[in-house]
C-alpha cells in the first residue's frame, strides 16, 4: 500500500527545461483564458479591466500560468468586443495602452506570456471603413467589404459550403432593397473583410505589428480563422495566414500564433503552414464524452497520437492546443452536472496528456454556466458573497450562485480545487515526460484511461465511480495518486475518479 503514497519531488526527481530557459515559451507550458469584462475590477464600475488583471498576476503565477490569452480589448459596441471599431486603440472601459504595456511589463517579470485575441474576419458595422462605404458606393472602402445588388441572387441565395446563405447576406437598408446586401457570416453588426484587397491585407498586418512592437504582447489568438475566405477555399485562407505570419515574424521572430478553426482534424492540419499552433476542438469533446459515458472508446490515445503525428509531418514545431471548454461553450463543471470528483478527473487527462492546456478562467474553482454566452462569462468571485474591490458586477449571476464559491475559499481549503489544479500544473511543468514526452495507449479495463507519457511515466484515470482492479505492472513504482478525496485505497486497485501515476524503476 506504501507505494500508492510515495510521493517524489518532481522538480528533483525529473529533468526540467525550466532551468535553462523561460517556461513561459515551452510548448507544453499551461496558459489560460481571461473574458476581460468578468475577471477583476480596478476602479469600481462593475467592469473588468487590464489594470485589474495586473493586479492578480501573483495569483496567476502562483497557480502556475504561463501565458494569458486576453479576449479582445479593442473599441466595440458590444460587451464581448468581437466587432472592432479600432485595432490599434483599448476600448477606455478597459484602459489604455499604457495599461497594457504595464501588464504586459508585468507579466514577462513573472514569466507570464501576453496573447490578445485578433477579429480579422469582420470588424463592426461602426467602423470607419465601413460607415463610409455604406453611404457612398464609390469609396475606395467599399472594396474592402463583400457587396452584392439585389437583383444578384445568383450571390447572395442559398449556396453551398454555408457561406452564401440568404440570412448571412444583410441589406444595407432594410426600407430600400435597392441599395443592396453586405455580407457578415456571423452576425449583420459583424461585416466581413475583402480579403482579396491587398491594401486590407496589409493593413491588418500592419496593426498586429503594432502591438508586437509597441506594447511588446507575445503573440495573439486568431479568432475565426478558417473563415477569411469561404469554407470551400481553405487553401486561400491558409496562403492568407502564412502571409500574416511572415509579416508578424519581420518584427518578431518568435511571435506565438494559435488560430480558432472549429473543423475537421485534416482540415486543422492544413493551417499549421502557416500558425503554429492550433486549438484541439475534437479532443474537448471526446474527455468530456468519455467522463460522460464513464469508458474509454478504446480509440482514444491512439487518435490523439495519429493528430500529433500527421500536425508533425506538416509542422515538426506545432503546438496542439488543448482545452476543456471556452467561452463559447457551456462550462465544463456544468456538463458534468456539478460532479467534483469528475471535475477533479477532467483536469488530470487534459494536464497529463501532450500538448498546451487551455483553462477557462474560473475553471479551477468550478465556475458553472450554460448558454447564453453571457451565462457561460460571468463574473468569478474573489472573495466570498464578491464583497470586494475586484469582483464584477456587470452581469447577474444565474448560475454561480453560490457566494461561498470563491477564490478566497478555494485558497484556504488545502483539498479544493483550485489546489488540485495547482497541484497537477506544477507536476506538469517539473517532470519533462508530462511537459514534452510523447503518448502511447497502455491496454487495460475500458472503464479505464491509461497511456504512457515520454521515457518513463504511466499514467491511469479511472473513468467510473467504483474501484476498479488494477495491479502496478512490473518495473513501475507509484508516485502520484489524484482524487476527490484523501482515503487511502488497498494495493491493487485504483479508486473511483482516480488517476494513479507511475514511473519506471
Not at 87 to 111: C, F, N, Q, W
Not at 336 to 355: E, F, H, V, Y
Not at 475 to 482: E, M, S
Request: proline share 4%.
Amino acid at each position: 500500500m506504501r507505494k500508492y503514497f510515495l510521493f517524489f519531488l518532481a522538480i528533483i526527481a525529473c529533468t526540467s527545461t525550466a532551468s535553462t530557459q523561460q517556461l513561459r515559451n515551452n510548448p507544453g507550458s499551461v496558459y489560460y483564458e481571461i473574458f476581460v469584462r468578468s475577471f477583476s475590477d480596478s476602479n469600481g464600475d462593475g467592469i473588468g479591466d487590464i489594470p485589474g488583471i495586473t493586479s492578480k498576476l501573483d495569483y496567476l503565477k502562483d497557480l502556475g500560468i504561463k501565458g494569458i490569452w486576453l479576449t479582445p480589448i479593442h473599441p466595440s459596441p458590444t460587451y464581448h468586443k468581437y466587432d472592432v471599431m479600432d485595432y490599434r486603440a483599448i476600448d477606455p472601459e478597459y484602459g489604455s495602452i499604457e495599461d497594457m504595456k504595464t501588464l504586459v511589463k508585468e507579466a514577462h517579470a513573472r514569466d507570464i506570456s501576453i496573447i490578445m485575441d485578433y477579429v480579422v474576419n469582420h470588424t463592426s458595422t461602426l467602423h470607419p471603413w465601413f460607415s463610409t462605404a455604406r453611404l457612398n458606393p464609390a469609396a475606395d472602402s467599399r472594396d474592402y467589404y463583400l457587396w452584392a445588388d439585389e437583383s444578384e441572387t445568383h450571390r447572395w441565395q442559398a449556396q453551398p459550403f454555408n457561406q452564401g446563405l440568404p440570412w448571412q447576406w444583410h441589406k444595407v437598408d432594410s426600407n430600400d432593397a435597392s441599395k443592396g446586401r453586405y455580407y457578415g457570416f456571423f452576425w449583420r453588426e459583424m461585416p466581413d473583410l475583402n480579403f482579396n484587397n491587398s491594401f486590407v491585407r496589409k493593413t491588418m498586418i500592419d496593426h498586429a505589428k503594432f502591438w508586437l512592437s509597441e506594447v511588446g504582447i507575445d503573440g495573439f489568438r486568431l479568432d475565426a480563422a478558417q473563415h477569411v475566405y469561404e469554407l470551400n477555399e481553405h487553401h486561400k485562407s491558409i496562403a492568407w495566414w502564412e502571409e500574416f505570419r511572415k509579416g508578424v515574424e519581420s518584427v518578431k521572430k518568435d511571435v506565438y500564433l494559435v488560430g480558432e478553426i472549429v473543423n475537421a482534424d485534416s482540415i486543422v492540419t492544413g493551417y499549421f503552414s502557416g500558425l503554429k499552433a492550433n486549438f484541439h476542438f475534437d479532443l474537448g469533446k471526446q474527455i468530456l464524452s468519455m467522463l460522460k459515458e464513464e469508458k474509454d472508446p478504446g480509440d482514444f490515445v491512439n487518435k490523439l497520437s495519429n493528430s500529433i503525428r500527421i500536425h508533425k509531418a506538416k509542422r515538426s514545431d506545432c503546438i496542439d492546443a488543448i482545452f476543456l471548454t471556452n467561452h463559447d461553450q457551456d462550462r465544463i463543471m456544468s456538463e458534468l452536472s456539478a460532479n467534483d470528483a469528475k471535475a477533479r478527473l477532467a483536469a488530470c487527462i487534459m494536464l497529463t496528456l501532450p500538448g498546451q492546456p487551455y483553462l477557462y478562467y474560473g475553471e479551477e474553482i468550478g465556475m458553472l454556466g450554460k448558454k447564453p454566452d453571457e451565462a457561460i462569462r460571468e463574473p468569478i468571485l474573489w472573495s466570498n458573497h464578491g464583497n470586494d474591490s475586484h469582483t464584477t458586477t456587470w452581469e447577474a449571476m444565474r448560475f454561480n450562485l453560490n457566494p461561498e464559491n470563491s477564490v478566497q475559499s478555494h485558497l484556504q481549503d488545502s483539498n479544493s480545487l483550485y489546489h488540485h489544479y495547482k497541484n497537477l500544473i506544477m507536476l506538469r511543468h517539473s517532470d519533462e515526460d508530462l511537459l514534452s514526452g510523447d503518448i502511447r495507449s497502455f491496454k487495460t479495463d475500458p472503464t479505464l484511461l491509461a497511456y504512457t507519457r515520454g521515457k518513463k511515466t504511466l499514467i491511469v484515470h479511472n473513468l467510473t465511480g467504483t474501484t476498479k482492479s488494477f495491479e502496478i505492472p512490473n518495473g513501475y513504482n507509484a508516485f502520484k495518486q489524484y482524487s476527490s478525496n484523501r482515503k487511502a485505497i488497498t494495493k491493487g486497485s485504483i479508486g473511483p475518479y482516480q488517476t494513479l501515476m507511475f514511473q519506471q524503476q
